[in-house]
Nanobody
C-alpha cells in the first residue's frame, strides 16, 4: 500500500500563497488518482480538488476554482496543491488521499490518507 505525507502548511496572510506537496512512499504514485480535502475547525471534511492518474483530468470545488491548482509529478512521486489568493475561509487542515480507480470528489472513495497539514490564513 502507499503512504502519503503532506507538507508545506503554515501561517500566511490573506492574499498570500502556499504550495502543499503530497509525497508518496511504498508504491508508485502513477497508480493512484489523488484528491485533496480539507477540514476547518468545527466543520466536516470537504472536497477541494482531484486529479487523474495521468494528470490530464482535474476537478475543483467551486470555492477554490480559479485560485487553487492541483498537479502531480509522477516521476517525483509527488502531487501538489498550489493555493493562491488565500482568505480566512481557507483555514483548515489539508489532507491528500489516493485511490486506485478514477478520481472522485467523495472522500469515502479514497483508501489512503496522509496525516494532514495545517494551513492558517490571517486577515
Amino acid at each position: 500500500q502507499v503512504q502519503l505525507v503532506e507538507s508545506g502548511g503554515g501561517l500566511v496572510q490573506a492574499g498570500g500563497s502556499l504550495r502543499l506537496p503530497c509525497a508518496a512512499f511504498g508504491r508508485t504514485l502513477s497508480s493512484y488518482a489523488i484528491g485533496w480535502f480539507r477540514q476547518a475547525p468545527g466543520k466536516e471534511r470537504e472536497f477541494v480538488a482531484h486529479i487523474s492518474r495521468s494528470g490530464i483530468s482535474t476537478y475543483y470545488a467551486d470555492s477554490v476554482k480559479g485560485r487553487f491548482t492541483i498537479s502531480r509529478d509522477n516521476a517525483k512521486n509527488t502531487a501538489y496543491l498550489q493555493m493562491n489568493s488565500l482568505n480566512s475561509e481557507d483555514t483548515a487542515v489539508y489532507y491528500c488521499a489516493a485511490r486506485g480507480g478514477l478520481a472522485s470528489l467523495r472522500q469515502y472513495d479514497y483508501s489512503y490518507w496522509g496525516q494532514g497539514t495545517q494551513v492558517t490564513v490571517s486577515s
